[in-house]
């Protein structure tokens, strides 16, 4: 099982990016699809999950109203689109996947992508 991302990069505190997560079909029609970050020094936290089988959505309090998940279904590619960064945005973003529904507790967590970094400066 194979999760991409891509999408970091850097950016001035307000401004957007959109992470993009890449999965085999498989994983996007029957996993829960979920994007964490990590910054330095801190604990990975969850920050939005998506389930595809009733279209639910979770975010956290820290990126709700800013952050929105959503999904390609042509091109089996969950988004994360990043509204309104903040310094404290500052992380390692991985996405991964579960079977156990939604919710963000990492260790029900199969799979994991490589993660890619994003940077908001102020």
């Known amino acids: 099982v194979q999760l991409v991302e891509s999408g970091g990069g850097s950016v001035q505190a307000g401004g957007s990016l959109r992470l993009s997560c890449a999965a085999s079909?498989?994983?996007?029609?029957?996993?829960?699809i979920g994007w964490f970050r990590q910054a330095p020094g801190k604990e990975r936290e969850g920050v939005s999950c998506?389930?595809?089988?009733?279209?639910?959505?979770y975010y956290s309090d820290s990126v709700k109203g800013r952050f929105t998940i959503s999904l390609d279904n042509a091109k089996n590619t969950v988004y994360l689109q990043m509204n309104s960064l903040k310094p404290e945005d500052t992380a390692v973003y991985y996405c991964?996947?579960?079977?156990?529904?939604?919710?963000?507790?990492?260790?029900?967590?199969?799979?994991w992508g490589q993660g890619t970094q994003v940077t908001v400066s102020s």
């Open positions: 079909t498989f994983i996007v029609d029957e996993y829960t």
């Open positions: 998506f389930s595809k089988s009733d279209g639910s959505r």
């Open positions: 991964a996947a579960t079977s156990y529904g939604l919710g963000v507790q990492e260790t029900l967590y199969d799979y």
